[in-house]
């Protein structure tokens, strides 16, 4: 969701060197991105673990003499680090606590809460200055392994007889409560394949691969089906979800890649805010129940019912993907 952000910065400094810093397997999302001209690893659980770490880091920074950072993370340790690297010109929302380690600090509008999570990035650039626009995703993907992407799928199911690839993604951090229920995936799957033939693939971590054997078994021919649960790193997964047709989808990492890579999607909310958190693409269907208690923006359901949830059927969804295949 920076992404916009990363390039209205790239579009106002076009002569500048821009360096990201991020998490390592954040850097995936923006290895092949033009807008950026380098990315400087935070080692978290490395060189840069703990208070020694962290002090590691801004003598890091130090060195690398950068004459500004912009900081789209809104934390105080992001400020205190870029403070203590001595990097002169710091620019950010003085949330947190940050006003006094800011040159350049930004008040947050008291309505950004109530707008997409892209325009909280996209805000806090024009509060420094900054032409912002357009507002849309991008994800630049790997072309080799795009390519091999679409190798493995030809070589697993053939080239003849064009059929839609459909992604499921049954997983989601932050517990339970974002989670559509496994069986209900493995229900979905069945009634996708008796309807359209679709090859399916599910996408997760190795916590996912219980679940991705239900989907299996759902389907009336397992054969058409690939797990990719645990066997990707972010780049691979990425390519793979370029080549699908359509993608079901939890509130997760990989809803906004395949919003960001223009993959028709549908995604499932509940315990979160689809308003601010949703796959921000024009081909992307939100599917929600309107309750009381939703969003309740917890891990675990707190009323024991999980309504929110369990009243998504697998039919609605099913016809739902079938009409953005169309």
Known sequence: MTTPAIRTIKENYPDTEITLMALPWVSDVFAFCPHIDRIFTYDKEGRHKGLSGRILLARDLRREKFDGAILLQNAFEAALITTLARIPARGGYTTDGRILLLTHG??????????????????????????TGPDELELFVSPQKLDTAREALTHAFGAGGRVPVVGLNPGAAYGPAK???????????????????????????????????????????RKRFMDLTGKTDLATAIAYIACCDGFVTNDSGLMHVA????????????????????????????????????????????????????????????????????
């Open 106 to 131: 930004v008040k947050k509008q008291a309505d950004i809460d109530q707008k997409h999570q892209v325009h909280y990035y996209q805000q806090m650039l024009a509060g420094l200055g900054l032409r």
């Open 179 to 221: 989670r559509w229920p496994a069986e209900k995936f493995g229900e979905l799957a069945k009634m996708l394949h008796e309807q359209t033939k679709c090859i399916v693939l599910v996408f997760g971590t190795k916590a996912d691969s219980h679940t991705a054997t239900m989907i299996q078994q759902a389907l009336p021919d």
């Open 259 to 326: 919003a960001a890579v223009n993959t028709p999607l549908v995604a499932l909310f509940g315990s979160t805010d689809h308003i601010a958190t949703g796959p921000y693409n024009k081909r992307a269907v939100v599917l929600r129940k309107s309750l009381p208690c939703s969003p309740c923006r917890k891990t675990h359901c707190p009323e024991k019912h999980f309504a929110c949830m369990e009243k998504i059927s697998a039919a609605e969804v099913c016809s739902t993907v079938i009409g953005l295949l169309e």
